[in-house]
């Protein structure tokens, strides 16, 4: 199997070309720059076969991939900066990115028949009431201007193809680039005390268990949208109901934990907080029972995605 990803100098393509080298595939990556800027790792990534690509340009797309000819274009691309997009001067940016620049993809996905795997996010609802979101309903009314462009780009995708996974994640964090774990981590090494909001709630998405998993999509024809964090840890409430969604402020106090840390973590509402641009959902609870429904694993456990993470960084006590 040939497979193509888009964004390979981002934190979940470096990870799906790893993965695609480990089960035996043919990987291609991409990236809008000359040369493989992600991290300097020996990882194989780093000596795998690589297409500088521009993907809101469509004559550009349609023949780089009429040339290569995939099987599968896991397309990662995207413009991730949230509150940047927010800025006037920068959202046409975002949405020749994530709107165009998928359509671009899709359409050429279609013109050879090639499976595509395309990364959205929790963005794309309004993240009110508490009620964890179903793959496929949709009512979003997306706060934002990045979620606006997700959800743009997953209805291209459904416009264009049959053949394709729409994969909605959220809190994601990999080895290769910046994320919260890492700002957290070198925040505690220089305060005593950090504040943290407490009323956005979800689950994080380790970038290493999320590469196996969608290889393990496309390796199928279990076509669809899904939700794919990784698992919640079932506690009770103390009102015998069970649930394990989190907090980025519960985030942070087992960040510190297991790291080792003995800074204060300090609860505060997102309203406290201040300093977003954009508007955060409170609610980015994801159901990914779709998963087990189709004979796909779902990703283990956030605690233990967190504690292997944290070995790669060689950081816990």
């Not at 949405?95 to 165009?100: E, F, L, P, Y």
């Not at 009620?131 to 009314?141: C, E, G, V």
């Not at 005593?192 to 956005?200: L, M, S, W």
């Not at 189709?294 to 790669?312: C, F, H, I, M, Q």
């Amino acid at each position: 199997m040939k497979v193509f990803v888009t964004g390979v100098a981002g934190q979940l393509g470096h990870d799906v070309m790893n993965e695609l080298y480990k089960r035996g595939y043919e990987g291609i990556g991409s990236d809008l720059a000359q040369t493989y800027q992600g991290i300097a790792d020996d990882s194989p990534v780093t000596r795998m076969p690589y297409v500088s690509l521009d993907i809101t340009n469509a004559a550009q797309v349609a023949q780089t991939l009429k040339t290569i000819h995939p099987d599968v274009v896991v397309h990662c691309a995207a413009w991730t900066a949230v509150d940047a997009a927010e800025d006037e001067e920068n959202q046409e940016k975002v949405k020749a990115v994530n709107v165009k620049g998928t359509e671009n993809i899709a359409k050429a996905c279609a013109a050879i028949d090639a499976k595509m795997v395309y990364l959205s996010t929790d963005y794309v609802f309004d993240g009110q009431g508490d009620t964890p979101w179903q793959p496929d309903q949709t009512d979003y009314k997306p706060l934002n201007v990045y979620g606006k462009t997700k959800l743009a780009g997953e209805e291209a995708v459904r416009k264009y193809l049959t053949k394709y996974f729409i994969v909605r994640i959220a809190w994601v964090f990999g080895i290769n680039g910046s994320n919260f774990i890492k700002t957290m981590l070198n925040v505690g090494k220089t305060h005593d005390e950090v504040r943290v909001v407490n009323d956005q709630i979800g689950t994080p998405t380790y970038t290493y268990d999320l590469a196996k998993l969608l290889v393990d999509m496309i390796e199928t024809e279990q076509y669809g949208t899904y939700h794919a964090t990784n698992s919640e840890l079932e506690q009770d409430n103390g009102c015998g109901t069970k649930t394990g969604y989190i907090s980025w402020y519960d985030f942070t106090k087992e960040i510190y934990r297991q790291a080792g840390y003995t800074t204060k973590v300090t609860p505060v509402t997102t309203e406290e907080y201040g300093l977003s641009k954009a508007k955060r959902p409170f609610n980015s609870r994801l159901d990914k029972s779709k998963l087990t429904e189709n004979g796909l694993e779902p990703l283990p456990t956030w605690t233990d995605a967190l504690s292997r993470y944290l070995k790669v960084l060689k950081v816990n006590k």
